[in-house]
């Protein structure tokens, strides 16, 4: 469906879509909304990219991460290596990408390690009380509020992760049927 | 402590199939994860049946909300007995499946799901909360469709159909039966209920009829006597190292499911069901044998043999004394290690000599006699051969039954062990003993350089089968452990208000 309305407009929309599934995903505990529902907004301006310019454009464009790598130099140390490489691709980037020793690499992120993070933080959320020796799942509870986000506690990385997996899922589904 | 070992069964295997999901075809990743979660899985539910064994029933109730209200997870002698069976069989399993499954079907997922449907049978085992209960069916039944249809050959995704079918049938029974339930009683939590069923004083007949829907819906997933039919149909079509599980677990998980409702919930009316349970249960034992006299396929000739011992499982349910229902309790145990053991060995002959056909198999004694040996071992185990597992169970059902003269079943029982020897010693004579059949001398050739290469693979692949024949040599010859467990389970079945005050007023 190549439409160039479409096209163009989806470009703005997605930090739209992205932005308000956060706001949704964070008003949740105590309002209509959720992980559920904002994981599914996050996934509706994706779906029309794929829709406008097909699966391989939006993997491209939004689930594959580039980055600059360094050959290790003797002796050195694989930490250090890998902390070197990601201070100067996320900071130093005009030294990077200028630089004849730095070689360029990408890596795609699959849905399915997006399903496996959310279903990661999700079980994870529960591990905490029993650390207390409470039972699986109790919310924990920080002392202090922050901006926004207010009282960070356990069910909000309940939901994080929950929006995480139907994210993935929903990706999933949509690039396997575009393919087809 | 106990908020920890309760919920260990079900997050190790969790955490397990997550960490697969991030090695997603990488199988060399995935085989070192899936080892270490099915060792500390075994390690966490052993720990789970000492600690019942020592303290009583354990209950943890899920983000801290009190038990009507949250979803409790309980673990009763029988469910952590339960729990530890499906590790052991878990640990086979795997072992095999290093091995015994093509890497197309792994790359697409084996290990999780493997991993997700034990996650599915612990869940069931061990949760205190009705609906809940269907939820960890679906996790299993859904981990089941998938890996039945994973590799998506012909007879597979037929197989898998029926399967699909007939259990979504079976789920929406059960679903409408705890609708009922709540729509009587206005509570989901297993324990309240069992109150709440105990002090009604009208809608006798409507509970009844729900407990008529929860027998339909878990008669069908665990295959009794009317509504087997799919089972034989579906079991045998995917690779060993997938029916080993499904066949060896699966059943026995719906028959766990209706012990434990109908000696918790359902205990109203009794005149009614019981009677039914015994029809359907010798019915069970009858058919499901003469079935297996009819084929010619060693898988399908075991799949018959799973509906007539969950005959023996349900009568156990139907005599409904404490000797009947330990009896049941040891049977389901000793049918999961003896069932996953036989479909196993029928993995390993198929992997040495290429089919599953007995016109086509012969001689198998000749080379490899260790086999032989094992699989003498679990037939005559499956048979009941005394001193072997299955007669314990089988003794203790027949006393039961004989105690309160249910003369008829237990003739049943026993001409059916006799017609199981018989089935056992066909597969004996055309597999083990009979000369290889002289069709094609190629193939033959074949073979024999097949056992010169594969010979660590093939030996990898004896091991599993000799872990279970062992366990099943120990609940067999050392039955005192397991039989005193199984009885104390029974008692704790019977006599619900241990597990009610252990939910409700902890």
Known sequence: ?180 | MQHLILVLPLLIPLYGAILCLFFWRKLGVQRVIGVATQLSLCAASAYLLSETDQAGILTTHIGNWEAPFGITLVADLFSSLMVVASAVVGIAVFVFSLRGLSNARLLYGYYPLLLLLQMGVNGVCLTGDLFNLYVWFEVLLICCFVLIALGGSKPQLEGSIKYVTINFLASSFLLIGIGMVYGILGSLNMAELAVLIRAAEDNHGLITLASVFFLIGLGIKSAIFPLFFWLPASYHTPPIAISAFIAGLITKVGLYTLIRLFTLLFVLNQDIVLPLLLVASGLTMVVGVLGAAAQVDFRKILSFHIVSQIGYMLMGLAIFTPLAIAGSIYFIIHNILVKTCLFLISGVVYRTNGSFTLKNLGGVYLFQPLLAAMFVIAAFSLAGIPPLSGFWGKFMLAKAGLEVGQFGLVATSLSVSILTIFSMTKIWNEVFWKKRPRTDVTADAAMAEINVADKPVIRLLHLPVLFLVLAILFIGLYAEPLVSLAFRASEQLLNSEIYINAVLLK
């Open chain 1, 1 to 180: 469906m190549k439409t160039l309305i479409l096209a163009v407009a989806i470009r703005i929309f997605i930090p739209i879509f992205v932005f308000f599934s956060l706001y949704i995903l964070i008003r949740g505990h105590n309002h209509p909304g959720g992980g559920f529902i904002g994981g599914l907004i996050c996934a509706i301006g994706f779906i029309f990219h794929t829709m406008t310019h097909g699966p391989k454009e939006t993997s491209n464009t939004f689930f594959t991460v580039r980055y600059y790598r360094l050959t290790p130099e003797r002796g050195q140390g694989f930490l250090l290596h890998k902390l070197i490489i990601l201070y100067k691709n996320l900071f130093r980037k005009e030294e990077v990408r200028t630089g004849s020793e730095w070689h360029k690499r990408q890596f795609r992120i699959d849905p399915i390690f997006i399903i496996a993070s959310g279903l990661f933080l999700a079980t994870t959320s529960g591990v905490f009380s029993l650390l207390a020796n409470q039972p699986y799942m109790t919310g924990v509870w920080a002392d202090y509020y922050l901006p926004i986000i207010g009282k960070p506690g356990t069910p909000i990385l309940f939901d994080l992760g929950v929006y995480l997996l139907v994210l993935g899922v929903v990706l999933k589904i949509t690039f396997i049927m575009a393919e087809e």
